[in-house]
């Protein structure tokens, strides 16, 4: 069992690598481009010759934040990836759209694939498992579902926009409405990404004791449970009693059965929670059968 769970640890290590790779890959493909083509959208180009050498310098500051994110990874530096990445794809879009170079369109390509594979849960988890400790295997839990349809994109666009808008307009020579743009732009960026932030920290983790619910949106602190206290893990049953902590996701919910009472405080508002004694739970990890293989490896009832 521990030569079967080491090959599996090695495998999960190999991939998570790979995907990594394809993401600096796709980031450093993107950089080429630019050096080789103009892939500066006119709307971002101000006629001045020195603001456009501002703006060009601050989209290059903004690669290398960006790849520095790639290169060190942890839960930080995976919002800056899902804020930066998608954003260079849209201008690398705009630009192929402004013109029929070859540079442009590859440019394009590398982006959409970039953009595809960070968004991707798998990549996602090996940013977060870069700061775990010890034997400890975190996974992502899927955002709420009417953040997903209703605010992420949106969120998105406010963190981009905040950050760009000010600084464009300052250097075209618009102090009044630059100066204006960036005291107000800058802050809801920084709150956006903030908020984007805050959904990369929702995670089931495996601890060498057992588990931990660490979802703030579901519980008003970690919920550690001990492998004693689980009885079994496996898809929800149809009409389950289960207390739901899956703050409303879509997909699979994994329910969680426990040997015994457990108190919890489970969130019922915004910032309200309640005391609860719970026997069952349900959660939903971005990746269940990646979820259940690692609790067989780790000794816990598959039900």
Do not use: C
């Amino acid at each position: 069992m521990r030569g079967e769970a080491r090959t599996a640890e090695q495998g999960r290590a190999r991939t998570a690598l790979l995907v990594r790779a394809a993401a600096i890959a796709a980031w450093l493909a993107t950089g080429l481009a630019a050096l080789l083509g103009d892939l500066i959208h006119p709307s971002l180009r101000p006629d001045d010759d020195a603001a456009q050498t501002a703006v060009i310098v601050a989209m290059w500051l903004a690669y290398a934040l960006v790849l520095a994110a790639l290169l060190l990874p942890g839960p930080r530096a995976l919002t800056v990836v899902r804020i930066g990445v998608p954003a260079g794809g849209l201008e690398a879009a705009l630009a192929a759209a402004d013109s029929s170079d070859l540079v442009a369109v590859i440019a394009l390509f590398v982006g959409l694939v970039g953009t595809l594979v960070v968004l991707q849960p798998l990549y996602a988890e090996a940013h977060v498992n870069a700061a775990s400790y010890g034997d400890e295997r975190r996974f992502l839990l899927r955002p709420p579902g009417p953040v997903m349809i209703a605010l992420i994109v949106p969120v998105w666009a406010i963190a981009v926009l905040g950050v760009a808008v000010g600084p464009l307009l300052l250097a075209d020579r618009g102090w009044t409405a630059g100066i204006v743009a960036a005291a107000v732009g800058l802050p809801v960026a920084a709150f956006a990404a903030h908020a984007l932030f805050r959904l990369n920290r929702r995670w089931l983790v495996f601890v060498p004791n057992g588990l931990v619910v660490h979802d703030h949106l579901a519980v008003n602190e970690p919920l550690p449970l001990s492998r004693r206290s689980v009885d079994s893990i496996g898809p929800a049953r149809t009409g389950t009693g289960a207390a739901d902590l899956t703050a409303q996701a879509f997909g699979m919910a994994l329910e969680l059965r426990l040997t015994g009472p457990v108190k919890a405080g489970v969130m019922t508002g915004r910032n309200r929670s309640e005391e609860r004694s719970v026997t069952a739970l349900l959660m939903s990890p971005s990746r269940p059968a990646a979820v259940l293989a690692t609790a067989e490896r780790r000794g816990l009832r598959i039900g």
